[in-house]
């Protein structure tokens, strides 16, 4: 899966807010509640880059892109916005 379509997935989620998903749930606690999942990952990442290895790493750096897909989608922000500052 690519980041657009990551991107393309959270924000159908956004829109939909279907039930008994988490990323609703995540939604619902706005841009505080996403920041702190973000940072969460983010730390995770440095740890299993540190401690754990390639595949551990490979998976918290996937929870960082989706959480920063959300962060975006919860803000309004379009991938041209973000990829304008890359």
Not at 12 to 36: A, N, Q, V, W, Y
Request: charged share 35%; with cysteine.
């Amino acid at each position: 899966m690519t980041f657009e379509e990551i991107f393309a997935l959270v924000k159908e989620r956004k829109e939909k807010m279907p039930e008994g998903k988490s990323t609703t749930e995540l939604f619902k606690k706005g841009s505080h509640g996403i920041g702190k999942k973000l940072v969460e990952e983010a730390a995770e990442s440095w740890q299993a880059a540190r401690f754990e290895g390639q595949d551990a790493l490979s998976l918290e750096l996937s929870q960082v892109l989706y959480y920063v897909a959300c962060m975006m989608a919860e803000n309004k922000l379009e991938l041209k916005d973000v990829y304008a500052k890359l």
